[in-house]
Nanobody, 123 residues
């Protein structure tokens, strides 16, 4: 099984920056993608950014330019650099990993989630 542990959340003033980290550990064959989702109170969980191990990334329109996702393949760690934070960025941010696993002769995709880390942006 795979575990994801997030860190780096906290309270920051609007216009400030935070960097979230997510470390993947456990047993797997390969990593397809790692990414970040967020969920604000009263809203549905939404994609923030996702990246492949090759560095191809996709972003939500609301965070393009301001946020940057990156991955350290050697450390199995994905980062989310958040700059120019706005109050509407306030949410619980969840790390996500899409991995390939093996059970006997079968190779199967598995999706894992971290516990989430709170990001609060004050005006």
């Amino acid at each position: 099984q795979v575990q994801l542990v997030e860190s780096g959340g906290g309270l920051v003033q609007a216009g400030g920056s935070l960097r979230l980290s997510c470390v993947l550990s456990g047993s797997y064959v390969s990593i397809y993608t790692m990414g970040w989702y967020r969920q604000a109170p009263g809203k549905q969980r939404e994609l923030v950014a996702v990246t492949t191990t090759g560095g191809r990334a996709n972003y939500a329109d609301s965070v393009k330019v301001r946020f940057t996702i990156s991955m350290d393949n050697a450390k199995n760690t994905v980062y989310l650099q958040m700059n120019s934070l706005k109050t509407e960025d306030t949410a619980v941010y969840y790390c996500n990993a899409d991995v390939e696993g093996q059970i006997r002769e079968f190779y199967t995709e598995y999706e894992y989630w971290g516990q989430g880390t709170q990001v609060a942006v004050s005006s």
